[in-house]
């Protein structure tokens, strides 16, 4: 035993590729339950030597400029690598336009970053684990604006820069269920940029939430005459008008809704309850069964299918 431990101390001292062939060696001089615990005492340290290294993460650093050599701040970036685990990992640039990923496994990966009012930017690079001594340059990424929203599109003349800033303060002022301040930020907005529809939904929705149906209504329906066939502006106020009573005035809403939004299982699905919550059971089926027609693998359809088991009964 004396010896078998000089022996194992000898493996340690050599690392585990002086381990393995030393195994070889002494084959011939030990019985089969001590080969075995050497292999093992082998295998142990080839866990211990190799872990540290496989453990190691892969950095990416860069920063984002837009067309005009300014930062961008808020760009999202999205890394992708289908043999990594989690596959895919998102951050978001700073004030300065820095952004960053750590955990990086190494290998192959494809990297995405978006920005409102900008063409996507693609790119795929090597990662490698990450060295204290050395770090890795940052990857410049410049975003080139759309030129469509530029010439001749609703951000014609606007001054994006403070129509963000509006945007920003007003989406983070929801999310807080500040819808006061949200309201006066949207509204800021949709001075700014009168074309985007958009900002006029948030808008109605921020009033929704405050309980002020009349100016919910006003947003939704200043959203149509922009745009008559704005499928979520007619499914709105179709709702708007279901919880004060107008039945038929909240279908035909639904209706328009469903026709300019083919694809749209919402409005199919609420044409179907309002039928059936006014005892129109072969109306309300057909609506049911069209709902996974138009998106069958929708949460739509799931409702539509348990609702249809119901009146089934």
């Known amino acids: 035993m004396q010896h078998l431990a000089h022996e194992t101390d000898g493996l340690c001292a050599h690392g585990c590729l002086a381990a393995v062939g030393y195994t070889g060696q002494v084959m011939d001089k030990y019985t089969p339950r001590l080969m075995f615990q050497l292999l093992l005492a082998a295998f142990f340290i080839l866990c211990v030597v190799v872990s540290p290294s496989m453990a190691q993460s892969g950095l990416m650093t860069g920063i984002v400029y837009d067309d005009r050599g300014e930062p961008i701040r808020g760009a999202t970036m999205r890394a992708e690598n289908p ?5 895919t990992l998102t951050t978001t640039s700073d004030q300065k336009g820095r952004i960053s990923l750590v955990g990086l496994r190494s290998g192959q990966w494809h ?3 978006e920005y409102p009012g900008f ?3 693609s790119f795929a690079m090597p990662i490698t684990a990450a060295s204290s001594s050395r770090p890795p340059r940052p990857v410049i990424v410049r975003m080139e604006r759309i030129a469509s929203l530029i010439l001749a599109g609703p951000l014609e003349g606007v001054d994006v820069k403070l129509l963000r800033a509006d945007l920003t303060a007003a989406d983070e002022a929801y999310a807080k269920g500040d819808f006061d301040a949200a309201i006066t930020g949207y509204s800021a907005a949709l001075t700014k940029a009168p074309a985007l529809t958009s900002i006029g939904l948030q808008l109605g929705n921020a009033y929704r939430q405050k309980k ?3 100016k ?3 947003a939704f329906e200043t959203v149509l005459k922009a745009d008559p066939a704005n499928g979520t502006a007619l499914y709105e106020l179709g709702e708007i008008r279901e919880g004060e009573g107008q039945l038929d005035v909240a279908r035909d809403f639904y209706q328009k809704a469903a026709t300019a939004d083919p694809s ?4 199919v699905l609420q044409l179907g309850i309002l039928a059936s919550n006014q005892g129109q059971t072969d109306a309300a089926i057909e609506q ?15 409702q539509a299918e348990s609702l249809l088991q119901k009146i089934s009964r």
């Open 83 to 87: 043999a990594a685990y989690p596959r």
């Open 288 to 302: 049911l069964k069209k709902v996974a027609i138009v998106d069958p693998k929708s949460a739509e359809a799931v």
């Open 111 to 113: 990297f995405t970053v």
């Open 212 to 214: 002020d149906t009349a």
């Open 264 to 267: 749209w299982a919402k409005p």
């Open 119 to 121: 063409q996507p930017t």
């Open 216 to 218: 919910a209504v006003d």
